[in-house]
Each structure stands twice: as C-alpha cells, then as structure tokens.
C-alpha cells in the first residue's frame, strides 16, 4: 500500500509534529511514501532519506507549464490534480481538516483517503456545511486524535470506521 500524507505546513505545530512522528515509524513500509505539503516547513528536511516530497509552491519554470494545461483552475486545484496524477492508485492521508480542499479532490478523484482530525469544535465552525457533509462521509477512516474529538464527530453523524490515536 503507497501512501500520500497532505500537511498544511509541515512546520512545528502539534498536528505536524504527530504526523512526523507516525511517519517516522513507518521506515520498513513494503510501499512508497510521499509527503505532500503546502509550504515547506521545517519537518520537510528531517523526514527519512526515500520519502518523496512535493511543495504546494511550484518552481518558476513549471508556473507556465502548469498554466497552460490547468488554466481554468485554481493554483491550489492545478497543484493538487498534479499530485493526484502522479499517486492516483495511493490513499491519500489528509492531516487535519483545514485542508477541506484536499479532501475534495480526493472525493472528486474517487480516491480513498484516511482523515487524521486534532481539531475540535471551534475549527468546524470554520468550513462550510458542503466541506463537513464531506468531512463526515467521505473519508475511509477518520482517526481522532481523543475521545472528545471522536464524541464531536459522533454527534456530527460519523457512525462507523472512526478511531482514537492518542498524540504522542
């Protein structure tokens, strides 16, 4: 099983760090890991040797290129449909749910995901109805990072397929 892991920043933040961490841990994965991450944060550098990484900033000799065959789209849309070419077949391991954009593609795409939620309910707030309709449905798994997070997520309508990890 390949696996795609989408980080906001990859920097230091509690979410970041616990993703570093499962990441760490998987250094004899039969199956190719990517890291795909929206800038590119200090965790980006320390990660294992053989771990592929992809920045959401593209280099200045691709900006044209992507341009041109994406032009209706969105730079984060041309981005993300770049990486869903290249790892199609993978799940997609979207961490934390202020990425609603990410799970979108994925739901668009057909692709299955994994959603590792730390947040509670003051960042739902934040989406759209649309984006926690997906949120609660979409995902293959969703992993909470506590009990109260996995109790919100209940109350929301996840019924099934929902799991506590605690953050180390």
């Known amino acids: 099983m390949n696996i ?19 990441i760490n841990h998987l250094t004899d994965w039969p199956g190719e890991l990517v890291v795909v991450s ?6 980006l550098n320390e990660l294992p040797q053989g771990i592929k990484r992809h920045v ?7 900006l044209k290129l992507y341009n041109k065959i994406f032009k209706h789209l969105t730079g984060l849309d041309r981005f993300l449909m770049s990486v869903a070419r290249k790892y199609r077949n993978y799940i997609w391991y979207i961490n934390t749910i202020v990425q ?8 668009l795409l057909r692709i299955p995901c994994i959603l ?12 759209s109805e649309e984006d926690m309709c997906r949120l ?27 799991e506590v990890l605690y953050e180390s």
């Open 38 to 43: 929206g800038e590119e944060g200090d965790l």
């Open 56 to 62: 959401r900033t593209p280099r200045r000799s691709h």
């Open 116 to 127: 590792h939620c730390h947040e509670l309910e003051k960042v739902f707030f934040s989406l």
């Open 100 to 107: 609603p954009d990410v799970l979108r593609h994925a739901q």
């Open 136 to 162: 609660i449905e979409y995902p293959r798994l969703i992993i909470a990072c506590s009990r109260a997070v996995e109790e919100r997520l209940r109350t929301l309508g996840r019924s099934s397929n929902l």
């Open 4 to 22: 795609v892991f989408f980080s906001p920043y990859f920097g230091r933040t509690g979410s970041e760090v616990a993703l570093y961490n499962i």
